[in-house]
Every structure is written in structure tokens, then in C-alpha cells.
């Protein structure tokens, strides 16, 4: 049992005790006066029989009969003296007042027919009242029926007179049998104070044996809560409300490092409060005295900092409960030293931040080698573009091309990597654009279509129940997802068949689709199953394997799908397949509208350019500028931000190039003191030459006032389209950019060779039909808002990216941009040139076909 509860047995003994007690005298005095009661009672009937002899109520009544006949007389004098009437009925009046109040005549009226006579006389007078009371004349005159309502009245005052005889001797006889009742009640009650005072007596005999009994059991269970509190690893330290100790158990003492018997009796706050701490010890304490408020009473486990007997502080834990006593309200501290607990915590916090920083640290790596990778491979590449335009043999154009595959698998790789640090980051982002979901799917599947029949393997897929072609959705972390899991299942799946499915469940104004891969593969264990979402991990990881992949996939395409709030997972069973599932909400979006054809326009050519490239690496900087000079272009090098700056100030130039990581100053700053600059090229372009991927970090850069953005490595074909946007002056008729930057053949060949000659041919002219109709829509005046502007064009131009149409592909990003940032002028500018780059992308596409 707790101490309160001690206290509250013992409070509820002692209480019904007292009840005991205070019961017994009660029921004493009610007796006691109960018999005095009666004693007065009897003494008081006594005196009233003793007395009836000498009172002569007789007399009283038989003198009011008398006075009676003295007011009657008087009304029958002559001459009437009306003095004497008015005075001989008042002193009749009276004698009736007497008998109707007086006590001795209580008795009487109590008798109905007494009453009642007595009634008769008293409206007799009521009637003469107002006559009496009126004036001399109005009286004189009233004489005649007085003296009539006074004879009237004769017999009922002398009733009144006689009956009252016989009524008070009745009366009498019935106060003496009161007597002897009341003595009788009396011998009654004094028997029953005695009865209840025996049976007090017992009931106190009975709470006294539960008392000692109960007491007895207090002490043992104080005995058991001593011991338990002297066994107690937490300290335990009870004060009373003065903050004087009172108990000091043995394990605060060991806490503490002070002995009880030194302790008790003294300040708790001396003790074991710190001194910085004492005054708000204090205050609480006369908080809690003059108004009552305890902020951590019963309030549960709070940290604070204690004393010890050595001087030095250390942490605690503490719980202060609350306890009323007979001496007063009582406090029961319970405290725990926390010094090693909070050691680990600090220890597991210094974990933690170490874990973070650790994190930071790789993510800061990988964008940090994703500059250094791309820097160098942006030389290795723009080498071979430059080494690919050059008389090579054979053999030599076979391993140019392979080196250029090389490059372009590892961009891919590290492209993986970035993705993963930006979401681990938290600054991956999505959009939600309308799209066609079924042109899509169509679309990825058509383009395993050549892998999968390389492999024997059928690939097809269906909607399950209504489709749902269009949605909001982000269309490339979409693509990217589906494009991974169906690559993935053909690229594992030998003579089998792939199938890919989709549900559409509408839920409200949210639609969840369910995607389904399913395949007919080796399928996977377990073990592998349950982790084949984390990073690097693939099916094989023998040296033969015949399949290659970093392992990032299928950890990206679970990172973007999580960026979608949509769920994935996988069902498999090794030897029998794998089912890969996707579960995505989206909304439904309305179908994009078709407007008729317009007349072709065309862009303007290219003119010999004043290039200015700053750029701090020297193979880089060789390579753009070989590149230009290729083009018939005239380059300027600077090898720092500076110098840059000090270049654009002293000459106009038509296009910056403008690295990014420099020495000395680097591009962003190079690039906002050209803008705040009064040189002749403020206003020139410049475009970002950065090896830098990352989306957040682009959009700085177009913050800073640069025009555009080259990703490193550099090709001609990029560098191409850049140039062809800033060397336009006037609207020529024809396009006529080299082939090689209009489209992108070696790209071109290999979604060619991928996807066959049936499926090019196919995939090839819906391209064709839906670049006409997007020129038809942008033609018409209802293409006003910004928004759909951008979603169209970054649809189509991924769709010119997968031909290779790298002309059309950076006209229709640059659009997208114009767009998005509201430059309608800008964009009216790049619409005028996209027919005429169109003719010329479609030409070369019907050539390939």
C-alpha cells in the first residue's frame, strides 16, 4: 500500500471513531432533553390543575353575562344616555375580546360548540360596531333594531356563560390523564436513553478492536513500505511543507553522498538543491503554501539538476507526489541519477550528427564528382565528335563509336547516381502536366519491342476495365519507372512472354492505377526479392553474368514513385516469374485539342559568330573551341571568370560560353558582373558550360541572367542548336543548318536499330502526325495559355529526343522555357523559326525511314 493510502485507512478509522462517539452523546443529550422536556411538562400540567380551583372562570364568564345585561339596560333607558351605551358595550366588547384571547379560555374554545356560541356573540358585536361607532343622530335612530339584535344575542351570551362550566371541569379531568401519560413517556424514555447508551458503549467496544486491529496493519504495511524504500534504487526523499526533510532513504544517500541522520530535520533546498537553482526552489515552495499551485506535483518525471555532497551538480530525474497527513500536507520526491543515460544520449545525438553530416558529406560528393566525371568525359567525348568528323578507317570508326557508346552508358550511370542524391536530399521534385497515357505505354512498349524479339519473348499490353487515357501526371518519372520494369522483365525473360497492365480505380476526383509487369522470367528468391529495390543490388552478380546494370534502377524507379506518393512492390517465385507493381494516384486531365494545319514558316540561318568561352580547363576549352572554328565561328578564350569579365567589357560579343567552377571567379559571378557591367556585351547571350546536373542548381543559373544551358559532355549537335537560336536575324524561307545539327543520325540509327523497321516506320509517322497537329494548334489564337504552351512543347520535345531531332528538340525546350517565364514575345520569336526547322527535321526522318 502507498503512504496515501495508509493515511487515508487511518484517516477512516479515526473518522469512525469519532462518529462512534459523537453518536452516543447525541443520542445522550436528545434523551437528556427529551426528560427535561417532559419534567417542565408534568410541573407545568401540575400547576395548571393546582390553579384551576382558584381561577374563577365562572366568575369571568358569568360577569360577562352581567355586563351583557348592564349594556341591554342602558339601551332601554329614558331618556337614552348614549354615553353610557357606547361605554357599557365596550366593556362588553372586551369581556368577549378576553374570552376569545385569554389562555385559561383555550380549552374552551377549543370545544366546537363553545366556538361556535362564542362565534354567535362575536358577530353580534361585528354588526353593532359601525353603529355604536356612528354619530349621536344616526345612533338615536339605530336604537330601536339594537335593542332588538341585543335581545336576540341574550340567550347565546348566557349559553356562553353556562356551557363554559361544564367544558373546563371536563377540561380538567383531561389534564390530569396528561399527567399520568407524560409521566408514563417519561419512565418510557429514560429506559431507552439507557438502551441506546448500552448499545453506544458496544458499537465504541467494536470500533475500538477495529482501530487497534487497523493499526496494527498500518504499521505493518509502514514496516514493508520502509523496506521497500530502503531497497529502492531510486532515491527517496520526504519533506513536509515547510521543505523540511523528514525521510532520506539509503539510496539517497548513496546518490547524494549524505548520511539520513545528517539530513533530516534540515532545509531540503540546502541540501540537495543547486545554488543556482535554490531561488526557484524557493518560490515554488511559497506558491504552493499561499495559493496551492504545484507546476510538478503529480505532474510525472521531470529533468533537473541536483547537488551532491562534494559541491558538484549532476542531472536527475524527478517525480514529487503529494501526500495529506495529520501534521499537515507532505511531499515524497522519488529521483533517479540520469548522469550515465545522459552520456548516451549525448553520445547517440554525436552518433547522429555524425550520421548526417556523413550523409551530407556523400551528397556533396556525388554532386562534386558528378562536375569532376563530366568535366573530363566532356573533353573525352567532344574529342571523339571532333575525331569522328576526321578521315578514320574502319577499325578507327568502329572504336570511336564504341568509346562514344562508352561515354554515353556512363552519363547514364552517373545521371542514375544524381537522381538518388536528389532524392535522399529531399530536392527531387514532380510535375503533374496532362498526358496520354495510353500513347505512353504504347510507346514503351514499342520500344522494347526489338530487344524482346531478340529474345524470343512476346510483349503486349492492355487496360483492365475502362481505360483511362488521359491524366495529370509527371510524364518522364513516369516513363522512366514503367520504361525500367519493362526493360527489365524482357531483358530477363528468355522465350516467354511479358505483359504489361493497367487498372484505372476511380476514387473520388483521385483515379489509383494499378500497373502490372508480369513475366514469365527466372523469377527470384526471397531473400533477393526483399531487397531488390536497394541500390546495387541486380539478380546476377557473377563475373559471366549476361545481363548487365549498376543495380540503380529499380532504387530509382522506387524513389520516383515515391516522389509520386505512389507505391511499388514486387510478387515472385523463383523459377516460375516476377509480377512488378505500381500503384499511383493521378487525377483525370481532358484531352488535348486538334486544330487544323497552317502554312509552313521558316527560321533563318546561321552567320559566322564572335564567340567568347570561358572556360578553366584547357582540354574543354580546346574542344569548344575547335568545334566552333569547325563551324566557321571566331573564339575568344578566357581561362577564368575574370579574365571572362574583363573580355565581355572591352569587345561585343555575339555568345558567351560560360563554365561554371572556375578558379579566381566563377561563372554565376562572371556572369552578374557582365550583367551590371556598362560593357558593349551586357546584353549578349550567355550560356551555362556546366557539368553541373542538378535541376535546383540550373534554375540558379538562368537566375544569375544566363540565357541557356549546355550540360557537359559537350556535343556538336547541342552546341549546334545553341548556336542556330542566337544567329537569326530575319525571317529567311528555308532552314539550312548542317544535317548533322538538325538531327542526331548516329541516335537516330540506334532507336532505328532498336525498335526495327516496322515499328521505326510505325512509331515514326505518328511522330509526323502529331509535331503537324501540335504546329496546326500553335497557329491558331486560342493558344494563349502559358501553361498548356509549355506542357505541349516539353511533350514533344522529348518525343523529338528520342529521334535524335536535336534542332527541334532544343526549339521546342526553348519555347517550353519562354513560356514558363511568361516572355511571350521570346516565345512568338522561337514559334516563327519551328516550322521551318520542322521541314527540314522531317525531311531527314523520311530519308531514314
Known amino acids: 500500500m502507498s503512504d496515501q493510502e495508509l493515511t487515508d485507512l487511518a484517516v477512516s478509522s479515526r473518522n469512525r471513531l469519532k462518529a462512534g462517539r459523537t453518536f452516543a452523546v447525541l443520542s445522550g443529550l436528545l434523551a437528556l432533553l427529551a426528560i427535561i422536556f417532559l419534567a417542565f411538562s408534568v410541573i407545568k400540567e401540575i400547576r395548571l390543575l393546582g390553579s384551576a380551583n382558584s381561577d374563577n372562570v365562572q366568575w369571568q364568564l358569568s360577569q360577562t353575562e352581567v355586563e351583557f345585561l348592564e349594556f341591554s339596560q342602558t339601551l332601554s333607558e329614558l331618556p337614552v344616555n348614549l354615553g353610557n351605551v357606547r361605554q357599557r358595550f365596550d366593556i362588553f366588547y372586551s369581556r ?10 383555550q380549552g374552551l374554545r377549543a370545544n366546537d360548540q363553545f366556538q361556535a356560541t362564542l362565534d354567535s356573540v362575536r358577530a353580534f358585536l361585528q354588526r353593532s360596531v359601525p353603529v355604536i361607532d356612528s354619530d349621536d343622530a344616526d345612533l338615536l335612530a339605530a336604537l330601536p333594531d339594537l335593542r332588538q339584535s341585543a335581545e336576540q344575542a341574550r340567550r347565546d351570551v348566557r349559553d356562553l356563560s353556562n356551557g363554559g362550566l361544564d367544558l373546563f371541569a371536563s377540561a380538567s379531568d383531561a389534564q390530569r390523564q396528561a399527567i399520568a401519560r407524560t409521566l408514563i413517556q417519561l419512565g418510557a424514555i429514560l429506559a431507552a436513553l439507557i438502551g441506546v447508551l448500552a ?9 475500538l478492536r477495529a482501530l487497534t486491529l487497523r ?6 504495511t509502514s514496516n514493508r513500505m520502509n523496506a521497500i524504500i530502503s531497497s529502492s534504487l531510486d532515491g527517496v526523499i520526504v519533506s513536509d511543507a515547510q521543505g523540511r526533510i523528514l525521510t532520506f532513504s539509503p539510496a539517497a544517500e548513496e546518490i547524494f553522498g549524505f548520511f539520513a541522520e545528517d539530513v533530516v530535520g534540515r532545509d531540503l533546498g540546502e541540501v540537495v538543491v543547486p545554488q543556482h537553482l535554490r531561488e526557484l526552489h524557493y518560490a515554488g515552495m511559497e506558491r ?16 533537473l539538476e541536483a547537488l551532491r555532497s562534494d559541491g558538484s551538480t549532476f542531472p536527475v530525474e524527478l517525480a514529487i507526489h503529494a501526500s495529506t497527513t495529520d501534521d499537515g500536507e507532505i511531499f515524497i520526491s522519488f529521483l533517479r541519477d540520469t548522469t550515465k543515460r545522459v552520456a548516451d544520449e549525448a553520445e547517440l545525438v554525436a552518433a547522429r550528427d555524425a550520421a548526417l553530416a556523413a550523409a551530407k558529406l556523400k551528397t556533396d560528393f556525388l554532386a562534386t564528382m558528378s562536375h569532376e566525371i563530366r568535366t573530363p568525359l566532356n573533353g573525352l567525348l567532344g574529342n571523339l565528335d571532333l575525331m569522328s568528323d576526321t578521315d578514320l578507317s574502319l577499325s578507327q570508326s568502329r572504336y570511336v563509336r564504341n568509346m562514344q557508346t562508352s561515354g554515353r552508358l556512363l552519363m547514364r550511370h552517373i545521371s542514375d547516381v544524381l537522381d538518388i542524391t536528389r532524392y535522399d536530399a529531399g530536392k527531387m521534385t514532380t510535375k503533374s502536366h496532362p498526358m496520354n497515357l495510353s500513347e505512353l505505354l504504347q510507346d514503351i512498349v514499342d520500344s522494347q519491342t526489338s530487344m524482346a524479339a531478340a529474345n524470343q519473348t512476346t510483349l503486349t499490353w492492355a487496360w483492365q476495365g475502362q481505360p483511362q487515357d488521359w491524366i495529370n501526371s509527371d510524364a518522364d518519372r513516369l516513363q522512366h519507372v514503367l520504361l525500367n520494369l519493362v526493360g527489365n522483365a524482357v531483358k530477363f525473360t528468355r522465350n516467354g512472354t511479358v505483359t504489361l497492365t493497367v487498372a484505372a480505380k476511380p476514387d473520388g476526383e483521385t483515379i489509383h492505377l494499378d500497373f502490372s509487369i508480369s513475366d514469365t522470367g527466372p523469377g527470384m528468391s526471397a531473400e533477393l526479392a526483399s531487397h531488390v529495390f536497394d541500390d546495387f543490388v541486380t539478380g546476377n552478380t557473377a563475373y559471366d553474368r549476361d545481363v548487365g546494370g549498376t543495380g540503380l534502377g529499380l532504387s530509382i524507379a522506387k524513389r520516383f514513385v515515391s516522389a509520386m506518393n505512389g507505391q511499388i512492390g514486387v510478387d515472385s517465385v523463383l523459377g516460375r516469374g516476377s509480377t512488378f507493381w505500381v500503384r499511383l494516384p493521378v487525377t483525370a486531365a481532358a484531352p488535348a485539342d486538334v486544330q487544323p494545319a497552317p502554312s509552313p514558316l521558316s527560321a533563318v540561318p546561321q552567320r559566322p559568330l564572335q564567340v567568347l568561352v570561358v572556360e578553366d580547363n584547357e582540354i574543354n576549352r580546346t574542344v569548344v573551341r575547335d568545334m566552333l572554328e569547325k563551324s566557321g565561328h571566331r573564339v575568344t578564350e578566357a581561362n577564368d571568370g575574370r579574365a571572362g569579365v574583363t573580355a565581355a567589357l572591352s569587345r561585343r560579343f555575339d555568345l558567351i560560353l560560360m563554365d561554371i567552377s572556375m578558379s579566381v571567379m566563377d561563372g554565376r559571378a562572371a556572369t552578374r558582373a557582365i550583367r551590371r557591367g556598362t560593357g558593349p556585351s551586357i546584353h549578349t547571350p550567355i550560356i551555362a558550360l556546366t557539368a553541373n546536373a542538378m535541376q535546383e542548381e540550373q534554375t540558379n543559373f538562368l537566375a544569375d541572367g544566363m540565357d541557356g544551358i549546355l550540360t557537359k559532355p559537350l556535343t556538336k549537335a547541342a552546341l549546334a542548336e545553341v548556336l542556330g537560336r542566337h544567329t537569326t536575324t530575319t525571317p529567311p524561307e528555308v532552314y539550312t543548318a548542317p544535317a548533322q545539327h538538325i538531327l542526331d543520325h548516329k541516335h537516330n540509327g540506334e532507336t532505328r536499330e532498336l525498335l526495327g523497321k516496322s515499328g521505326y516506320a510505325r512509331l515514326s ?41 536535336t534542332a527541334l528538340h532544343q526549339q521546342l525546350k526553348d519555347m517550353e522555357t519562354a513560356a514558363k517565364q511568361g516572355d511571350g514575345k521570346a516565345f512568338k520569336a522561337l514559334n516563327s523559326k519551328l516550322p521551318a526547322i520542322w521541314q527540314a527535321t522531317r525531311t531527314l526522318i523520311s530519308e531514314n525511314s
Not at 199 to 207: D, H, K, P, T
Not at 288 to 303: E, T
Open 96 to 105: 368577549i375580546t378576553t374570552v376569545e384571547r385569554a389562555t385559561v379560555f
Open 199 to 207: 448499545v453506544a458503549v458496544l458499537y465504541l467496544n467494536r470500533l
Open 288 to 303: 504552493m503554501r499561499q495559493k496551492g499551485a504545484k507546476k510538478v506535483v503529480g505532474k510525472g518525471r521531470v529533468q
Open 215 to 220: 493499526e496494527r496493519q498500518q504499521q505493518q
Open 765 to 805: 509517322g505518328l511522330f509526323v502526325d502529331e509535331v503537324e497537329q501540335l504546329l496546326r494548334w500553335l497557329d491558331q489564337p486560342e493558344a494563349q495559355d502559358e501553361t498548356e504552351l509549355a506542357q505541349r512543347c516539353h511533350k514533344f520535345a522529348g518525343s523529338a529526343a528520342v529521334f535524335g531531332a
